[in-house]
């Protein structure tokens, strides 16, 4: 099992959730950011400060957004398990729903000074 980012994330990127993930299994794509379901140790630290509620538990995960528990894992393909995304930085690419998307949480970065 694991945590999945879901659409809430796309275009804003806070990064709170990367801040305290005690594993740095969260890694950044040009859109939105992306759990490592292989390198998530489960513990739920990120959950908790995502300020756009973007981060579910896989069986939690709403059905509007079941998706992207896919496109997170998809991600990965070509990365690998480099074991931490701060060795690797952003990456200049998304998983292909993510990329298709048109830009989004407009209204919500407004509102929150992004």
Excluded at 55 to 75: G, M, Q, T
Excluded at 84 to 107: C, H, I, K, S
Aim: glycine share 6%; proline share 9%; hydrophobic share 30%.
């Amino acid at each position: 099992m694991t945590y999945v980012i879901a659409q809430p994330c796309v275009d804003v990127k806070d990064r709170a959730c990367v801040d305290e993930c005690p594993v740095d299994c969260i890694y950044e794509g040009e859109r939105s950011l992306y759990i490592h379901p292989e390198e998530c140790v489960d513990c739920g630290a990120c959950e908790p400060v995502c300020p756009t509620e973007a981060i579910f538990y896989e069986d939690d995960l709403p059905d509007e957004w079941s998706d992207y528990l896919r496109a997170n894992a998809d991600f990965f393909s070509e990365l690998g398990s480099p074991g931490g995304a701060q060795r690797t930085g952003v990456q200049e690419y998304d998983d292909p729903m993510v990329a298709a998307l048109p830009p989004q949480n407009e209204e919500w970065k407004a509102e929150n000074g992004y």
